[in-house]
């Protein structure tokens, strides 16, 4: 599984104006879910996005993480990530879950999230969103808990 996590000062998803998520200041994961992977990685993602240190601590280093400042995390369903793009001039999703696979587990990551946060709202998988965030920093970055076929 593929996160790409950006700190954000606040962010919202929404789908034909209707408002299916919304933060302050937190996260935003942009999530994909490959071939191969399951429930461990679904598990592994979740406690990596909320335990990267992205933050800064009082004397202005990344040290702190989403559940050390208590902020907010927004979920959203973003199977391009898992695009092969090394070659040609369009991308294969050949390394992509199946729609019901891939829909399965974005579901079971944002349930592992909601165990281990608070503050968890998510976009709705297949749907599409239009998502507004302010990145703070910017900050970004690319996440993988992959499967054990592949590396991290």
Known sequence: ??????????????????????IGPG??????????????????????VVS?????????RMN????DTGGGLLA??????????????????SNAASPEEGERLFDQAV???KALITQVQSGRFGADMQVRLVNDGPVTFWLR??????TS
């Open 1 to 22: 599984m593929i996160a790409l996590i950006q700190r954000v000062t606040a962010a919202a998803v929404t789908r034909a104006g209707e408002t299916l998520g919304a």
């Open 27 to 48: 996260l935003v994961a942009l999530v994909a879910v490959e071939r191969g992977d399951g429930e461990a990685q679904a598990a592994r993602l979740a406690e990596k």
């Open 52 to 60: 990267y240190r992205v933050f800064a601590d009082a004397a202005g």
């Open 64 to 67: 702190l993480s989403l559940k």
């Open 76 to 93: 959203v369903p973003q199977f391009t990530l898992a695009a092969d793009t090394d070659s040609g001039l369009r991308p294969s999703f």
């Open 111 to 113: 349930k592992n999230l």
């Open 145 to 150: 808990a992959a499967a054990a076929s592949r």
